[in-house]
C-alpha cells in the first residue's frame, strides 16, 4: 500500500512538473515583443497614404525579427513618450532612429549598431551658411531631445525644438528660422525626396558627426538583446540592411 502511494505521489510530481515546464515553454514561444517607433521621420517610419508604418526601420525590425524567429508587435509611439515606455514596459524595444550615446546607455542598452547617420545643416536654397558656425545667433530647429538638438545647443546657434521634425522644415521653409540639423537619411528625404520642399532647401556641407542608430531595449534585458543582435547579425550578413538602404535611402 505504502509503495503504491508513493508510486502514486511520485507520478503526480512528474506530471506537475511536465505541466509546468510545459506552460513555460509555451509562454516563451507565443511572446509578442513589443516594439516602439515615432513613425513621423520619413524615410525610417513614417505612415503612408494608406495609414500604414513602413520606412526603413519598420523593415529593417521585421527581418531582424525573421531571422531571430520571435514575433513582434509595433505601435507608433510619440518621441516625447517612447523612452519611458521602455523604462515602464509598455514597450520591449525601441527602433525609430536611435543615435547610440553615452548618456543614452545609462538608462537603456543598445543593440549593435545598424546604420551610420551623422548630423547635416538645411538651410534655404538663398542661404550663403556652409556651417553651424555661419549661424551664429540665429534660430535653428531640431526635433527636441535629438542629438541634432544638442549640436545646436553646443554651438553659437540659438536652439528652437519642435515635437516633430517635419514642423522644423516647414518653419524653415517659410522664413521663420534660419536652418535645421537632423540626421542624414531624414535631411535627405525631405530635401532630395520630398516635392514640397524640393528645390526651396539645401543640405550644406558634409556630416559633423559620426553616430551609429541602435535598437534600445530595458537596462538589463540580455536576453531580448541578445536576440535581436542575432537577428541584425544574420540581417547584416545576408545583405538584406543593404537592400533595404537601396529602397529607402538612395
Do not use: H
Not at 502514486?8 to 512528474?14: D, E, G
Not at 519598420?58 to 523604462?87: C, H, M, P, Q, Y
Not at 514597450?91 to 543593440?111: C, G, L, N, P
Not at 542575432?230 to 550578413?237: E, K, P, R, S, T
Amino acid at each position: 500500500m505504502k509503495k503504491t502511494l508513493i508510486a502514486a505521489l511520485v507520478a503526480v510530481l512528474v506530471l506537475a512538473s511536465f505541466v509546468s515546464c510545459s506552460k513555460k515553454e509555451e509562454t516563451a514561444e507565443s511572446k509578442t515583443y513589443i516594439i516602439a517607433s515615432d513613425c513621423t521621420w520619413p524615410p525610417m517610419e513614417f505612415i503612408n497614404s494608406d495609414k500604414e508604418m513602413v520606412g526603413y526601420d519598420i523593415d529593417f525590425i521585421n527581418a531582424v525579427a525573421k531571422e531571430a524567429g520571435i514575433d513582434i508587435e509595433i505601435r507608433n509611439t510619440a518621441w516625447d513618450g517612447i523612452f519611458a515606455s521602455l523604462a515602464n514596459g509598455e514597450s520591449d524595444a525601441v527602433i525609430s532612429s536611435v543615435t547610440i550615446t553615452e548618456e543614452r546607455k545609462k538608462t537603456m542598452d543598445f543593440s549593435l549598431p545598424y546604420i551610420n547617420a551623422g548630423q547635416v545643416l538645411i538651410v534655404p536654397s538663398s542661404s550663403s551658411a556652409k556651417t553651424l558656425a555661419d549661424l551664429t545667433g540665429k534660430e535653428v530647429g531640431a526635433q527636441i531631445g535629438t542629438t541634432g538638438a544638442i549640436e545646436i545647443d553646443n554651438s553659437a546657434a540659438e536652439l528652437k525644438t519642435y515635437d516633430e521634425l517635419g514642423f522644423a522644415i516647414e518653419d524653415l521653409a517659410n522664413g521663420r528660422i534660419e536652418g535645421v540639423v537632423a540626421d542624414t537619411p531624414i535631411a535627405a528625404d525631405y530635401v532630395l525626396q520630398n516635392d514640397t520642399y524640393k528645390g526651396k532647401l539645401m543640405i550644406v556641407g558634409d556630416s559633423f558627426t559620426d553616430e551609429f542608430y541602435g535598437i534600445a531595449v530595458k537596462k538589463g534585458n540580455t536576453e531580448l538583446l541578445d536576440l535581436i543582435n542575432q537577428g541584425i547579425n544574420a540581417v547584416q550578413d545576408k545583405g538584406i540592411d543593404k537592400e533595404l538602404e537601396d529602397k529607402w535611402l538612395r
